[in-house]
């Protein structure tokens, strides 16, 4: 009986791991292989693609491009992870809250995740257009500005930070948003009501509330959640791509944008692969941690 | 009674057979080939894609008719087109024959195994070639000594301007020369209270940054290769030209955005919104679109023959062709259908199908493409046409639109980031040889 429920619960989760193995797995540790080859496709047919061992990484970590795609890739995952939890803690209580056109409100927080990510970067590209922004016409109307702000193409830099890196950051946030929320508001609905009545009893606020009760409680969830945002940021690629390509001047160029040019544009299968198995390199450091904070809090 | 059941007998077997042969159709079993006379072709997509698709199976009607030989017609969509070559160019699935592009890149791609095949032993089949076709065109179909096909569709850029915005600023005419362009477009920028620009006076070519430096670059006399495709030659007096032509538009003249190269610009449809007042370089495929899509902008738009440099007055040409793919066991066939394709009749409903201008000289001398002054002015354009393929198979990812290619990165560092001329033509120099290098070097 045993044995027949463990072949039911195999054959159950198969077609998942099959799409895993064939979509997922042969791709990346063949991609991963080719990184120590030199494969161009533009010597691939006269020269093969002879094992260069560490050669493509060498080359990737040498070229500027990349590296500033590197520091762009973690300063924006890192913006994306605190402002989005930020954001996500403040309007899980908004979504929470008993009110009148509550459900509109929720409506209205849920909606970027009804616009796919390569629509929602489409959109914000032409409403952060220059010269067409209804956004910059709203605020030289106000006599806010008086000269366009160029969301997408001012050069103009604070440190790591430009106002185009803010402006795609924001995109990013804007549509992974509803995902961080509902998650924050699934783990809230889960806090034993009588926790905040015992702030009640003490004469907390709801500051206490939330630094004493909802917080602590929330921990395994936001840690799950900083987890994810942080594997699915390393390897984010298509609001950048499409949204600027990566400049003006490699503001917002990351890690697997600079990939796929590589690949696509300039025809180095190796160099793209090398930078990619620099993503997975990452991503598995995340999820190693991730992984093994998880069967911790499994074991207590 | 026995004819009867013999009857139900054969046919209880025949549904067997047909169910079991349907089995491993859907299974993806393939019996032996019986016919032969069956051929596989894509095309991309042009102009209004239900006509085109219509036209294209009118085509492969007629051949059939004609020959018996069946063509199974597949529509490939611009957008996945690159991705789809650049597979079949490695060895992935391909037609027996198509509509292809970028010759001299995805023969290198695919060497002697896959993608574009030569078909010089049927050079004859076309007798006339040279006088039947443009030579621009001619250059596009030939790698390395080898014949691939038969150019059927051109892509030469003339100027388009804003006639109705023009008028206003009292201009008359496209501009004729280089000085002539910058006059028109101080003419055509306009500016709100605070200094802000509401119009662009020009903008070099609707989307792809390094593709609208090129013709600049040789109206300033400047070649980008030597003849073999070994040697960059970019270290030059025309590129200091070129780039300080478009430096000056920018920060100068202050006609030309300085957001020209980044991705979101859009001069197309800042030219139909009347933000924009002339583009140097337009695509073919823009004349046709405006004169067919967009009834409200008739009388309000003209094209001009590029505006003349220093040293020429190019326009940026490229071409599209059908070829045979490596692997194919049906070349003759393939043949036999590019010529049915390659006729005169035939080429000139191509070319009104799809809009585009026809690389062969007996299609654009017919009244289609001079009943109107924007088809007359494209006829003119084709004189100064310079093909846009070069003779190493880097040249696409030296002209990429985006950072990191050494077209693209050059005009950023020159013109954007106004970094020394002399240091930004060195490095680029030096990148574009060891780009090239890739493709010949041991």
């Known amino acids: ?249 490699d503001m917002t160029n990351v890690m697997a944008v600079y990939s796929y040019l590589q690949a696509f544009n300039f025809f180095r299968f190796d160099l793209a692969s090398a930078a990619g198995g620099l993503i997975l390199l990452i991503t598995a450091a995340i999820c190693f941690f991730y992984i093994r904070t998880q069967l911790r809090n499994e074991d207590r | 009674m026995l004819t009867s059941v013999s009857g139900t007998r054969r046919l209880s077997g025949l549904r067997t057979g047909a169910a079991v042969a349907m089995s491993l159709a859907v299974l993806g079993f393939s019996g032996p080939q019986v016919n032969a006379q069956e051929i596989e072709f894509w095309s991309q997509d042009y102009g209004d894609l239900i006509a085109w698709q219509r036209t294209m199976e009118e085509f492969t009607d007629e051949f059939e008719a004609e020959t018996g030989i069946k063509v199974n017609y597949e529509q490939v ?143 300033a006399g400047g070649d980008f290769m030597t003849e073999d495709g070994r040697t960059a030659t970019i270290d030059n007096e025309a590129t200091r030209v070129a780039l300080s032509f478009i430096r000056d538009l920018v920060w100068e003249h202050e006609v030309l955005s300085p957001d020209f190269m980044e991705r979101g610009y859009s001069a197309e449809g800042d030219f139909l919104a009347g933000q924009l007042g002339m583009i140097a370089s337009t695509p073919g495929p823009i004349p046709p679109q405006l004169a067919e899509d967009y009834p409200e902008m008739d009388g309000k738009w003209a094209l001009g023959v590029p505006a003349a440099g220093p040293e020429g007055r190019d326009a940026y040409a490229g071409s599209g062709y059908f070829g045979v793919l490596r692997g194919t066991d049906n070349v003759e066939a393939c043949v036999d259908w590019i010529s049915f394709l390659s006729r005169p009749e035939n080429m000139q409903r191509l070319s009104e199908a799809s809009g585009n201008v026809s690389p062969m000289r007996e299609v654009m001398a017919s009244d289609y493409w001079s009943d109107t002054e924007w088809k007359e002015v494209i006829n003119d354009t084709l004189e100064y046409a310079h093909t846009s393929q070069h003779p190493s198979p880097v040249w696409n990812a030296l002209v990429s639109p985006e950072p990191g290619a050494v077209i693209y990165d050059m005009v950023y560092r020159a013109v954007i980031q106004q970094e020394d001329l002399d240091t930004v033509i060195a490095e680029s120099q030096e990148r574009m040889q060891a780009e090239m290098d890739r493709a010949f070097s041991d």
Not at chain 2, 93 to 109: E, G, R, T, V
């Open chain 1, 1 to 249: 009986m045993e044995r027949k429920r463990r072949w039911f619960c195999f054959f159950m989760v198969l077609p998942a791991i099959l799409f895993t193995v064939v979509l997922g797995l042969i791709p990346m540790f063949t991609s991963l292989g080719w990184s120590f080859l030199e494969y161009d496709l533009m010597r691939v047919q006269e020269h093969g693609t002879p094992f260069v061992g560490l050669e493509n990484y060498r080359t990737v970590l040498n070229d500027g491009r990349f590296l500033r795609s590197i520091s762009n890739t973690f300063v924006m995952t890192g913006l994306v992870v605190v402002v989005a939890i930020a954001l996500g803690l403040v309007l899980a209580h908004v979504m929470k809250a008993e009110y009148r056109g509550r459900a509109i409100v929720r409506v209205l927080i849920c909606a970027p995740w009804f616009v796919p990510p390569v629509v929602a970067a489409a959109i914000w590209a032409w409403l952060l257009n220059a010269d067409r922004s209804p956004i910059n016409s709203a605020l030289m109307d106000a006599g806010i500005i008086e000269s366009n702000i160029r969301f997408l193409t001012d050069s103009s830099t604070w440190g790591p930070f430009s106002i185009p890196l803010l402006s795609v950051t924001a995109v990013r946030i804007w549509n992974g948003l509803p995902f961080i929320v509902i998650f924050i508001l699934a783990g809230m609905q889960s806090i034993p009501r009588d926790l905040y009545e015992a702030v009640d009893v003490d004469g907390g606020n709801l500051w206490s509330k939330f630094r004493h009760v909802t917080l602590p409680l929330l921990r395994p969830i936001l840690g799950v959640l900083i987890m994810l945002l942080l594997i699915t940021g390393i390897g984010h690629f298509e609001i950048n791509y499409i949204m600027t390509g990566g400049g003006p001047q």
């Open chain 2, 77 to 219: 969509n611009w957008s996945v087109a690159f991705n789809r070559w650049l597979t079949a160019a490695q060895g992935g699935a391909a037609p027996d024959c198509a509509d292809m592009f970028w010759l001299h890149s995805f023969s290198a791609i695919g060497g002697d195994q896959y993608g574009p095949m030569p078909i010089t032993e049927y050079r004859d089949t076309w007798p006339t070639l040279e006088e039947d076709f443009y030579e621009g065109s001619l250059q596009d179909v030939n790698w390395s000594g080898d014949f691939y096909g038969i150019p059927w569709r051109g892509d030469v850029r003339p100027l388009i301007y804003r006639t109705d915005l023009a008028a206003e600023a009292g201009l008359e005419g496209p501009p004729e020369t280089w000085d002539e362009l910058v006059e028109y477009a101080k003419a055509l920028t306009e500016r709100d209270a605070n200094g802000n620009v509401t119009r662009w006076g020009l903008a070099l070519g609707p989307d792809n940054p390094s593709q609208s430096y090129v013709p600049l670059y040789w109206q």
